[in-house]
């Protein structure tokens, strides 16, 4: 279990990006985190693995606090926290079964990942995952010859390749069309199930989120406004996390757009079969 006791940031310049935030995450559970820019989402999940240090407050990851490591325990621990990045975070020029090796970095040390000298076992892994994301016959390709949606996986295979007991995503959707982002949510959603795996998942995408989590944790200026389920966020509560807005219009824009991107694709897949 993921726990955070009045944990909170305050950045040098003088603004409070989180605020006491109490948050806890049993094991297995997805949490989707939302709320409008500058509300702390992003800080929030770095604090946890402390890219980001905390100003105050406690991060518990099982028995362990996290917030007390020092260097070499916490380079440990941090094993146990897989990370999915917005851009991916990618080396360019690796191939794409060299980037998925890299989550097990902190397990075969410096010299045997220098020389790509990885215990047969977990290449068989690496493979069993590419298959898993749909990326077998892309193995040997460099990452910079992928899409978007396929870096993302290559980015999730990294994540479960490196075994953790929780998945700290930031915004895995960002730059993926509508169609896609729904195939990586869908992607992350079933790994967890699957392999017990807790997740945060910073996400811009109200509606993507009630579609693939059970839980949704809502943020305004660093604190927790709201903590329930996809069905309890009404337009009220919506209005209380990001402000005044026509929600309704809102919504029938998203469904616009889901259906505009049904109909193209299908216009597609027409023009290929003809």
Not at 165 to 181: C, F, H, K, N, Q
Request: charged fraction near 30%; charge should be negative; glycine fraction near 8%.
């Amino acid at each position: 279990m993921l726990r955070l006791h009045r944990l909170s940031k305050q950045y040098q310049a003088g603004d409070d990006a989180l605020k006491g935030v109490d948050l806890e995450v049993p094991d297995g559970q997805v949490v989707a985190l939302i709320g409008p820019s500058g509300a702390g989402k992003s800080t929030l999940i770095r604090c946890i693995n402390r890219l980001v240090e905390p100003s105050s407050g406690q991060v518990f990851l099982d028995d362990e606090e996290v917030t007390a490591l020092g260097s070499r325990r916490l380079r440990r621990t941090r094993r146990r926290m897989g990370m999915i990045f917005q851009e991916y975070a990618l080396i360019e020029r690796l191939t794409v079964m060299e980037n998925v090796l890299s989550g097990q970095l902190g397990y075969v040390g410096f010299l045997r990942s220098y020389f790509r000298r990885f215990p047969t076992e977990t290449v068989q892994q690496a493979f069993q995952l590419l298959e898993r994301v749909g990326l077998t016959e892309h193995y040997d390709k460099r990452a910079d010859e992928l899409s978007g949606g396929q870096r993302q996986r290559v980015g999730i295979a990294r994540a479960i390749l490196q075994q953790p007991d929780i998945l700290l995503v930031d915004e895995p959707t960002a730059s993926l069309d509508p169609r896609t982002s729904r195939q990586i949510m869908r992607l992350i959603s079933e790994l967890c199930s699957e392999r017990q795996l807790a997740a945060i998942v910073n996400i811009h995408d109200v509606t993507l989120a009630q579609m693939f989590v059970a839980r949704i944790v809502g943020l305004r200026e660093g604190e927790v406004v709201f903590d329930g389920k996809p069905d309890d966020l009404t337009n009220e509560v919506l209005t209380e996390i990001y402000g005044e807005e026509d929600w309704q219009t809102a919504n029938d824009r998203t469904e616009e757009k889901e259906r505009a991107a049904k109909e193209s694709l299908e216009e597609q897949m027409k023009g290929l079969s003809g």
